[in-house]
């Protein structure tokens, strides 16, 4: 196990170079990379808002505008709801598909996104930032593996026949829950979308997705995909808008029956609050978090090193699950701050994403990176060490140079909120104890790693830190087939995995009366 956590990782670090001959033989760049669909998709069309309103969506690699998208507001919302409601209706097409049927569409569209992953990936570098060798290797990818992970379980939903008393049979059914909002971040716009969408199509559901503002462009891509492929008019709309508005409207519609969320705990809040306020619509929650990351003095040290430099820097930081508190034991620390700060200032190339060489794009926009460069003036001020970065680099963009801290405590604000950056913080522990006492001391609880050479700490360490998932050697392993999500404000239900399907059914009890019961 830990030579393949070792190998896995130093793919995952070649993987922008050795890319770069794929990337390189796809001519495109931000300036010629084709607009496509900038309307609601609503209904099986696509369509401008009712007031007519359209946002601009910025290049963050240069500051510059793309092109404007439709902005929906409420009004929007209503007529999407309504036609989620009508493609829900009992007896209609997508209630009689059969469940292999609908599990066979969304084979389809995973394909038809797989067909067409280089203009998609193309799509996500321009208006997020990645670099487009990682959207093309990475994240498209984790869509289709999802889209068809989910679809392999349309078939399998199913409930129970129960032992009853008496003349009778009791049985259970498994059932969509109806109409379901998805509101969706722009870190990983595509994939998040992913996540959400997957789960409620195969368990039967209709929806209305509101994507980032910032990152509408692949989503509304996709949508046309999904026509393409066959979906049936109603079952799946997607509008771009802002939170307060769009959004808003979402979470306060009494005619949706469920919303899942991505994105900061401030927002979840509120989400949570427009839901008591209205229907009760259930909600899951994937938010924020600052995850620690331990690192015993047995560890492999290539390995710790290679993970917690993934664990911080990938995505510039802007990772939910992002181990930016990193513990280190006090017999390695001095080693250990050393070799990240040396590979801080080696391996993290910026520049323009659409360059097979780059590996680290800029921050979403200004507004992310002043943030980021205010906690880092506050951890200077507060009198952690800087070792490396510290300030915006360039003129052009929003770009952000990878950043660590040293000597950090746990009462600085670096230590205790979200960053959502490309910035690590490094302290010293002296043992077991202590460490999972500092660890559990947040208000987030979405992931936590250690490393370890020890069985019995790695188990011990799992049982005891609070945290929705818990890697061991090794550090951002997500896929379609495990389940994610946190404790305590980092949100509650989970994405992915058979256990992101009890969110989007209804257990329906079933008692028949019969002439005689026979075992």
Known sequence: NEVRGKQWYQRRVRGVRSLGTAAASVAYNDSNVPIRQTQLFINNEFVEAVSGKRHEVI??????????????????????????????????????????????????????????????????????????????????????????????????????????????????????????????????????????????????????????????????????????????????????????????????????????????????????????????????????????????????????????????????????????????????????????VEKAQKERILGDPFDPMTNHGPQIDGVQLNKILGLVDSGVKQGASLQTGGAQHGDKGFFMQPTVFADVQDHMDISTQEIFGPVMQISSFKDTDEVIERANNSNYGLAAAVFTKNVDRMYHISSALKAGNMWVNCYNVLVPQSPFGGYKESGFGRDLGEYALNHYTEVKCVTLAIPQKNS
């Open 59 to 340: 290049n963050p690699a240069t500051g510059e505008f793309i092109c404007d998208v439709a902005e929906a507001d409420k009004e929007d919302v209503d007529i999407a709801v309504e036609a989620a409601q009508k493609a829900f209706a009992y007896g209609s097409p997508w209630r009689t598909m059969d469940a292999s049927e609908r599990g066979r569409l969304m084979y389809k569209w995973a394909d038809a996104i797989e067909r067409d992953i280089e203009y998609i990936a193309a799509l996500e570098t321009l208006d997020n930032g990645k670099p487009y060798s990682v959207a093309q290797a990475a994240d498209i990818p984790l869509v289709v593996k999802t889209l068809r992970y989910f679809a392999g379980w349309a078939d399998k939903v199913q409930g129970k026949v129960i032992p009853s008393d008496g003349s009778t049979m009791v049985y259970t059914r498994h059932e969509p829950v109806g109409v379901v909002g998805g509101i969706t971040p722009w870190n990983f716009p595509l994939a998040m979308f992913a996540w959400k969408i997957a789960p409620i199509l195969a368990c039967g559901n209709t929806c209305v997705m509101k994507v980032a503002e910032q990152t509408p462009l692949t989503a509304l891509y996709v949508a046309k995909l999904a026509k393409e492929v066959g979906f049936p008019e109603g079952v799946i709309n997607v509008l771009s808008g802002y939170g307060p508005t769009a959004g808003g409207a979402i979470a306060s519609h009494m005619n949706i029956e469920k919303v899942g969320f991505t994105g900061s705990t401030e927002v979840g809040k509120i989400i949570q609050e427009a839901s008591a306020k209205s229907n009760l619509k259930r909600v899951t929650l994937e938010l924020g978090g600052k995850s620690p990351n331990i690192i015993f003095d047995d560890c492999d040290l290539e390995q710790a090193v290679e993970a917690a430099h993934m664990g911080v820097f990938f995505n510039v930081g802007q990772c939910c699950c992002a181990g930016t508190r990193i513990y280190v034991q006090e017999t390695l620390y001095e080693k250990f701050v050393q070799r990240m």
